[in-house]
Structures are given as C-alpha cells and as structure tokens.
C-alpha cells in the first residue's frame, strides 16, 4: 500500500472539541508533511466540520499510517482509534503523557511527548504553526431586554439574526455587556475598563444606543441595528453622532447586513469613526449637559 497518513486528534470525535491550540498544531504538522511531500488527510468531528471527512465514513484500509494530534493521551475514544486501525503504523505526537501504562498510550507505537512524567517538556507544536493573516476583531453588543417598547419590541429577532449572521463571518468575535459590577469578573467594573476594551475592536456590531456611542468614542466603525420597530433611541443617536451604518429592525437580513459589514471595514468608514470620535472630544455639539446649566439658572 501506498503511504498515506490520517491526522486525527480531540478534534475528530464527534463527542470530542477542537480547541484553538489543537488546531494549531494540526496545522504545524500539516506543514511538515506538505514540505516533505507526504499525503495526508484529516479527520474532522461532523459537530465542528459537517461535510468534511470524519471518522465514521473513513475507510481505514485507505491508511498506512495514522497520527494522533495534541491533547492528552487517555480514554476509550483513542483506545478504540488502536482496534479500529490496528493495522496501521500509529504515531501520537506534541501530545501529554499522564500514564505511561494507560493504554491509549501503549497502543501507539512512538509517542513524541510534549510532556511525560521523567522526561523533559518540549514547546507546543502551536507555538509554531505557520502565522495566518489577522482577522478583524468585532466587539459584539446586544440586549435582549428593554421592555419598555412593548409590541414594538424587535430585541428577540435582531439578536437571533445577527448572531445566525455573524457566526459565518471570519472575524473574532468578542461579546461585551455595558453593564457594569463589581463583583462579577466577567463584567468591567469601571467605564474606563469597558472602554479600553473598545479602543482594541477593529469593529463593533451593536443593537445598544450606548454599543453605538462607546464604538465611536473609541474610534471604532459601529454596524448598528436599532432592535424597535419604527426606529427609537439607536436611530436617534445615529443621527445626532452623524453616523449612517444603521439597519431598522424592519430591513435586517443579509444583504443590509452584508453591505454596510463591507463599509464598515472599508477606509473611509475608519475615517469617519476617527472624525466622530474627534468630534465628541472637541465637544463641536452640544449636549443635554450644556442645556442643564441653562436650565438651572432659570
């Protein structure tokens, strides 16, 4: 038979989970075998990668060879891989070792540790995967709540759509809550904190007057939707910053959403972020703050 290699890892069982350091070494051993020419495939969980290859429609007589890929070494999922490929030369590589006898580690025939006990630790192979290109980082701002807007109430259906939508976008997306607490290390504690998360984002999409209005401060470009029918404080807002990405909760769907996302990451949108955001620090507009001293005098 022909050589041919199937990569498998955590990341093909169909119970199992694909980490981000797990991809990466796949993706660091994928590149030592295309240097060297070698052919491989690789098995995917159907959960993470449906229409890929996955293991339950792999045929194991297709393989010479079978490595197993990052994460620990143990239990019946990498013991039942050793039956079901035992014909094959089985290699376990950048993996952990916490029982030598357990035999998920016995049935391979080299294990290449990045760690075992009595034995020296060598780096994760993720540490150097090939680099990929950066992609942009999208602070995420949704509320379901605000029930104050009663049967105008889009809040539901617009945070449904946009989180449907943004699960095909290749971008990082980062879920932030403008609610703040002292107690809860999930949530900033101080505004200042919130906002230097905001002054890292590439982009924010928001349904959240103030997911707006902390984008902008920050400098960032801001996909808003405002979640109540007929449009209520996003639109307002909008249109006091200046700012046009916004989509009324009548015309969410892919096409608004796809048009003003290509805006958004496009020059002049980061343009005019940064003249917004000037704008707010020269105080060029006044504000109701302004309005509250000439109403205390009268």
Known sequence: ???????????SFRDGEATAGDVLALRRVEDVLRHDGLAYDVAWSPAFRPG?????????RAYSHLVFVCGPLHGKQITALHRRFRHCVRIAVGVSVIDADDPAVTGFHQVLARDAPGAEPV??????????????VVGVVLTRGQGEHGAHRRHGQVADELTR??????????ELDTRLD??????SATPDQLQSVFARLDLVVTDRLHGLVLGLRAGAPVLAVDPVAGGAKVTAQAHACGWPA???????????LERWWRWCRSAPAHAAALRVRADFTAGTAPDNADELLTALST
């Open 123 to 136: 780096e994760d192979l993720a540490a150097r995967a090939p680099a990929m290109p950066a992609t942009p």
């Open 1 to 11: 038979m022909r050589q041919r290699i199937l990569l498998t890892g955590w990341f």
């Open 182 to 187: 002292t107690h809860d290390w999930h949530l």
């Open 246 to 256: 916004v989509i009324p909760a009548e015309h969410l769907d892919e096409a608004h």
């Open 165 to 174: 939508w943004l699960v095909g976008k290749d971008c990082a997306r980062l």
């Open 52 to 60: 890929d290859l996955d293991l339950d429609h792999v045929r194991p």
